[in-house]
């Protein structure tokens, strides 16, 4: 079964394009989630409303968790970008 620390050690691998810092150490992700039948789910906030690199990130961070033995199904919510409906739905469309 795959746990949060393996989640976190995933997403230690994405950097932010523009320090080359990961997201994790950077403080963006939030709220990780996994139950018990793989399902994997965290936020992604952004450094700032209009980040450019939000969207190359958050699809980095899904496959990076989605490559772990064990998840089934990874959700990203991007919150606090001036285009998080739109990422969003981008990300959801993504399987």
Do not use: R, W, Y
């Not at 994405?14 to 950077?26: E, L, Y």
């Not at 936020?43 to 033995?69: H, Y």
């Not at 998840?71 to 409906?85: A, S, T």
């Amino acid at each position: 079964m795959v746990t949060k620390e393996d989640v976190i050690n995933a997403l230690k691998t994405v950097a932010d394009p523009h320090v080359g810092i990961s997201i994790v150490d950077m403080g963006l992700v939030k709220d990780i989630e996994v139950d018990n039948e793989g399902n994997v789910k965290f936020k992604l906030i952004p450094t700032n409303p209009a980040c450019m690199a939000i969207l190359g990130m958050a699809f980095q961070a899904k496959d990076a968790v989605k490559s772990l033995k064990g998840v089934k199904n990874v959700e990203v919510i991007v919150e606090g970008h001036l285009m998080e409906n739109e990422i969003n739905k981008m990300l959801k469309e993504e399987k």
